[in-house]
């Protein structure tokens, strides 16, 4: 059984950069032509999508937030990241990973339980 | 970027009555490219729905979903207490993006 994991600092200064790490078990995030996401929902409010990395590197992000984000992965660790910098207090938000199934699919099927980053001085 | 629009905001039932959730996108979307969650507080999203029509492994008979282009429903046959939740509709853009709607909260009347 596929399990997402979602790790990294809760609270972050603003200006900063924010950065967590995803832990994928029960499965490779370099193989099956997977796509590894970062989804986002503020206290109270809707779901967000972030971006995804490939198992072939590409990434792809949502335009408004592209110029502040990076996503990558460590094979080695089979684990992948999100960092989210020059964060303001609208960052703040759980931070849900997910896998997306990549070309033919496109939904996300397994979920992280998620993680509560705060922005805050 | 398409937008997609959720109503009601609040859908109040019984338990045993029928729920009826509409997604309306603010541009056509393909059939394959629409999703649905379900959402519990303190829980990560669970999807239901994919290929709007589609039900994920082990979700109900209870639950189904229908549309094309810019109009999508999801239906919940009889309301079990389980399902008093959240519910999301996603889309894929064809050009590698993804959106969610706002959400329809289903409460207990």
């Known amino acids: 059984q596929l399990q997402l994991h979602e790790s990294g600092s809760g609270l972050v200064k603003p200006s900063q950069t924010l950065s967590l790490i995803c832990a994928v078990s029960?499965?490779?995030?370099?193989?099956?032509?997977?796509?590894w996401s970062w989804i986002r929902q503020p206290p109270g409010k809707g779901l967000e999508w972030i971006g995804y990395?490939?198992?072939?590197?590409?990434?792809y992000y949502k335009p408004s937030l592209k110029s502040r984000v990076t996503i990558s992965a460590d094979r080695s660790k089979n684990q992948f990241s999100l960092n989210l910098n020059s964060v303001t207090a609208a960052d703040t938000a759980v931070y849900y990973c997910a896998r997306y199934g990549g070309s033919g699919t496109y939904y996300f099927d397994y979920w992280g339980q998620g993680t509560l980053v705060t922005v805050s001085s | 970027e398409i937008v997609l629009t959720q109503s009601p905001g609040t859908l109040s039932l019984s338990p045993g009555e029928r729920a009826t959730l509409s997604c309306r996108a603010s541009?056509?979307?393909?059939?394959?490219?629409l999703a649905w969650y379900q959402q519990k507080p303190g829980q990560a999203p669970r999807l239901l729905i994919f290929?709007?029509?589609s039900r994920a492994t082990g979700i109900p008979d209870r639950f189904s979903g229908s549309g094309s282009g810019t109009d999508f429903t999801l239906t919940i046959s009889r309301l079990e207490p389980e399902d008093f939740a959240v519910y999301y509709c996603?889309?894929?853009?064809?050009?590698?993006?993804?959106?969610f709607g706002p959400g329809t909260k289903v409460d207990i009347k």
């Open positions: 029960g499965g490779s995030i370099s193989s099956g032509g997977y796509a």
């Open positions: 990395i490939y198992d072939s590197g590409s990434t």
């Open positions: 541009q056509s979307v393909s059939s394959t490219y």
């Open positions: 290929d709007a029509s």
């Open positions: 996603q889309q894929y853009d064809g050009t590698s993006h993804f959106t």
